[in-house]
């Protein structure tokens, strides 16, 4: 198999001379063993370091794996202890992180058993069906005990066709919308005062703020009609219990952080976070703790450095190829990232993927998009040919997830491979030689009081186990009449029934000092992204483009094997009639999708997938696109308003007939 062999890249095929943009280009390589590879990376490092510093080299990588070990603990060792610049790691979920604790402190939710309890579930940007199928089922048992689902989204998702009513609202304006919601339910009373007065801050403030979203004005905003606007307000007030099960898609906006801020604000005006089966979900990791300090051990710079180094971006890779300086980026060690497919502004990505003096290595499972610019390739295992701990984001169980298989070919861990560069480079920390066992153990011994009780040798024997919320006040499902769910659990943990918010007044902040010090909007405003309808450039590109994710695929990931193409139809635009119309468009024909970053060539299909001014596209590999780009040839690096993440689905383009080659 390819991807197992160790190679090394040809001076021959060195990005630049080779690269074609018609044809798919694969670089050659050439076969070398571990030790050559480690003996060069080794000296290249050092070499880099003497002659422009230990910050002229970036680490990258994001969600690969996602397990505790491999996704962060040798690779963070290693780099610390290097003095590499440091990476910002927020392309993912950084603004809706910010926005979510800005309320409540930290990331906790509703768990997942509770939603058969339900009666009201909202997916608010969140493509249940499609990307979070472990919810599904619970969201079934919900609805056979006749819960109304409700979906909020730009995209008829697979998720918005099983709907019991299906929300569509223009891209970017969930702040409007919740805003308008809180203004009904606040003007109508339909708020729990009891917990308001108990367990938050700022009542008076958001009151007063909602004055300027009136229904009518969120309808402006958001596309969605004022009566549908007061209609959701007050079932969601009023169907008790309620959930929100808020995803990330809301959060890739200009205002992200801001939306996520103002729709985590409705459980806590309607005291919905009492009630088994009410509150919100956007993340439950907050609930692992696991000892982080140990695993990644952040004091190692201070060793290589004497502080920590500098921090760079994920989301600015292009730019921070090209134009950072003091140090600029000599060497980029990839590891559990496609970069090449998965960040914005693609162009200029490869225009410093290509920059003939970056040394770049790429450790990979597959020959993908980033590892055709690559020195060095190599060999990645899979999660079935390595241990690791796994926490989670959408439950409370903590996983052990065993080595089913011994690594093939010559195929290494994240852990191993930088156990082996630290030795190369002399490291001489005990941490660099603690076996992965030490590893999970130091992982585990944690302050947090929900891992007390679980050890390793209870996760190799049971697999996976609930946090210990021993301590926490815990209810058993308290419906009165309502069947038992087949998948309840004994009893049901609500982080917030009785307030325990994490933040520095200790209850939900609907007014943040914090914010105001930033020079935000202490309750929450909402101002248009600039690439919307209402922004400065909507005359020469109107048209709103999300730039999603693949239902079959995971992000980039298993875009490449042919078994997963076939189930998804890729290299589409998929744009309203009324759109199509007035550019001539017909459903199939060839189209050219262009802003000022880039363009691209894809298939126009109208399928009543999207409103008019909006139009969509999946990421896919860019190998596998004509021309060798993607989608994210039309994305920007620019930052979401907290939390600096990446706004992938705020970008404005235009679209015209592709001109017949000629
Ligand atoms: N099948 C599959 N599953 C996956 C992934 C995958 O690539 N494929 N990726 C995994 C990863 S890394 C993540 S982070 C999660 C992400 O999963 P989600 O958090 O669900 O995130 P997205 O799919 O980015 O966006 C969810 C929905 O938000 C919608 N949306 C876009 N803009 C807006 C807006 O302005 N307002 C509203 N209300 N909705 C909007 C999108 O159309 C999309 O349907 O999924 C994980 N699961
Ligand atoms: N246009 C657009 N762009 C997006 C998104 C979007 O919705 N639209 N979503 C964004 C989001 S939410 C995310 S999270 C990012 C994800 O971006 P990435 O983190 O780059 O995720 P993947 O594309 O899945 O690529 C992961 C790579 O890691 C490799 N890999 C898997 N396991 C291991 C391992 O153990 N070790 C090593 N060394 N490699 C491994 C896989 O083969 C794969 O090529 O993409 C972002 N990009
Ligand atoms: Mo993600």
């Known amino acids: ?19 074609s943009t018609q044809a798919i280009w694969t670089p050659a390589f050439e076969r070398i063993t571990w030790d050559e590879a480690l003996d060069e990376i080794a000296s290249r490092f050092k070499k880099i370091v003497s002659e422009f510093g230990s910050e002229a080299i970036l680490p990258y990588s994001y969600g690969g794996t996602l397990g505790a070990l491999n996704g962060a603990s040798m690779d963070r060792r290693f780099f610390h202890r290097l003095g590499a610049s440091q990476l910002a790691r927020n392309i993912c979920s950084a603004a809706g ?51 109304k689902l409700v979906v909020i989204d730009p995209y008829r998702t697979r998720t918005a066709e099983c709907a019991d009513w299906y929300l569509p609202i223009n891209p970017g304006t969930d702040a409007a919308l919740a805003l308008g919601m809180m203004h009904v339910i606040i003007t109508e009373n339909l708020y729990d005062a009891d917990y308001v007065a108990r367990h938050t801050v700022g009542f008076e403030q958001l009151r007063e703020k909602v004055q300027a979203y009136p229904p009518e004005k969120a309808a402006e905003w958001t596309g969605i009609g004022t009566a549908d606007i007061v209609k959701l307000a007050r079932e969601y007030a009023t169907v008790r219990p309620a959930v929100i099960r808020l995803n990330y898609g809301v959060q890739r906006s200009e205002g992200g952080g801001t939306a996520t801020r103002a729709i985590t604000m409705l459980p806590c005006i309607t005291g919905s976070w009492k009630e088994v089966g009410g509150g919100l979900q956007l993340s439950t990791s907050g609930a692992f703790g696991l000892n982080r300090d140990a695993l990644e051990r952040a004091d190692l710079m201070n060793q290589a450095l004497g502080r920590p180094a500098r921090v760079v971006n994920m989301v600015e890779l292009g730019k921070a190829l090209n134009s950072l300086d003091d140090p600029p980026i000599k060497a980029l060690f990839v590891y559990s990232s496609n970069p090449a497919a998965v960040c914005p502004n693609h162009n200029e990505v490869i225009r410093g993927l290509r920059r003939p003096d970056l040394f770049t290595v790429v450790h990979e499972q597959f020959f993908t998009d980033t590892t055709d610019y690559a020195d060095i390739v190599l060999p990645a295992t899979t999660f079935f040919e390595h241990k690791d701990l796994q926490a989670a984001y959408g439950h409370y169980y903590l996983q052990m997830s065993h080595q089913a298989i011994e690594p093939l070919g010559e195929c290494r861990s994240n852990v191993e491979t930088f156990r082996a560069l630290a030795e190369r480079m002399g490291f001489e920390e005990d941490c660099f030689r603690q076996s992965v066992d030490e590893m999970m153990e130091s992982a585990l011994a944690s302050e947090n009081p929900w891992l007390d009780g679980i050890d390793r040798q209870r996760l190799e024997r049971e697999g996976h186990l609930r946090l210990n919320f021993e301590g926490v006040e815990l209810r058993s499902s308290a419906q009165p ?72 695929f995971l992000n980039s990931s298993f875009a490449n094997l042919k078994v997963v193409q076939a189930m998804e139809e890729t290299g589409l635009l998929e744009i309203n009639a009324a759109d199509a119309d007035v550019r001539g468009i017909a459903d199939g024909d060839a189209v050219r999708v262009f802003n000022q970053r880039g363009d691209i060539l894809l298939k126009a299909r109208v399928d009543g997938k999207v409103q008019r001014g909006v139009v969509s596209a999946q990421l896919n590999w860019a190998k596998l696109t004509p021309g060798n780009k993607n989608i994210n040839v039309l994305t920007s690096e620019k930052l979401t308003d907290l939390g600096n993440s990446a706004t992938f689905y705020s970008v404005l383009v235009e679209v015209e007939l592709a001109k017949p080659a000629s």
Not at 521 to 528: H, Q
């Open 1 to 19: 198999m390819m991807g197992r062999k160790l190679r090394s890249f040809a001076p021959l095929g060195r990005p630049g001379a080779a690269v």
């Open 97 to 147: 992180e910010a926005g979510l604790k800005s309320v409540t402190g930290v990331k906790l939710g509703t768990e997942p058993e509770q939603f058969p309890h339900s009666r009201y579930i909202i997916a608010w940007a969140s493509n249940i069906h499609g990307n979070n199928i472990h919810l599904w089922p619970f969201i079934q048992e919900a609805r056979r005990q006749g819960a």
């Open 481 to 552: 009449g309502a069947a038992e769910p087949a998948r309840a659990a004994p009893e049901f943990f609500l982080p917030f029934a009785n307030g325990n918010f994490q933040t520095s007044s200790g209850k939900a902040e609907l007014y943040s000092e914090a914010l105001k010090a930033e020079g935000l909007d202490p309750v929450v405003e909402f101002t248009p992204p600039a690439e919307s309808r209402n922004g400065a450039q909507a005359k020469a590109f109107p048209l709103e483009m999300l730039a999603r994710k693949a239902d079959n």
